[in-house]
Antibody
């Protein structure tokens, strides 16, 4: 049974970097038929996809226009996890952040396994 | 404001059939598969429908999805009190994922 376990601080100061990690259990971050995604959700912005990383003989990533230039999603194969870095945060980045898997061998073009969510507040 | 348009709310009585719409455009729903998610307060979204009308194992048969042109719909038949939740549609546009604004379903 695949599980995603999120970790990271719940409070980040304005202008600093938000960093979250999603550990993968029961699957591999470098599996060629999977992709690993980050989302956030707030009452004002709803549910937003932030981006993803995936391995297809080399690593690729895609990012939402709303955060492109501030975001990096990385995979760490030695720890079987992937991470989110969001730079220069403002209070508008306050949200619950989720990680999730896409699986081409399972429900295609959809997110079938989700992390538990991490509430992040941007405040001084 | 979300690119995919959903009604903010929907309601029904137990046993009724309820539908939730999701409207997009040629570049997103018109060309890509739609998925639907159910979310209860304080929990992560859960996949309900993928590739327009496919149900993952474990999802009851009273949940169904459809797509036509640039719109998609989620139907719930035989509505139950435990179906009270938020529902989100999602699709893709040029390799980027998009979500609807969500529909809060109330079971009266």
């Amino acid at each position: 049974q695949v599980q995603l376990q999120q970790s990271g601080p719940g409070l980040v100061k304005p202008s600093q970097t938000l960093s979250l990690t999603c550990a993968i259990f029961g699957d591999s971050v470098s599996r060629k038929s999977a992709a690993w995604n980050w989302f956030r959700q707030s009452p004002s912005r709803g549910l937003d996809w932030l981006g993803r990383t995936y391995y297809r003989s080399q690593w690729y990533d895609d990012y939402a226009a709303s955060v492109r230039g501030r975001i990096i999603i990385n995979a760490d194969t030695s720890k079987n996890q992937f991470s989110l870095q969001l730079n220069s945060v403002t209070p508008e980045d306050t949200a619950v952040y989720y990680c999730a898997r896409e699986d081409e061998l399972g429900p295609r073009d959809a997110f079938d396994i989700w992390g538990q969510g991490t509430e992040v507040t941007v405040s001084s | 404001q979300s690119v995919l348009t959903q009604p903010p709310s929907a309601s029904g009585t137990p046993g009724q059939r309820v539908t939730i719409s999701c409207s997009g455009s040629n570049s997103n729903i018109g060309r890509n598969p739609v998925s639907w998610y159910q979310q209860f307060p304080g929990t992560a979204p859960q996949l309900l429908i993928y590739t327009n009308d496919q149900r993952p194992s474990g999802v009851p048969g009273r949940f169904s999805g459809s797509k036509s042109g640039t719109s998609a719909s989620l139907a719930i038949s035989g509505l139950q009190s435990e179906d009270e939740a938020d529902y989100y549609c999602a699709t893709w546009d040029d390799n980027l994922a998009l979500f609807g604004g969500g529909t809060k379903l109330t079971v009266l």
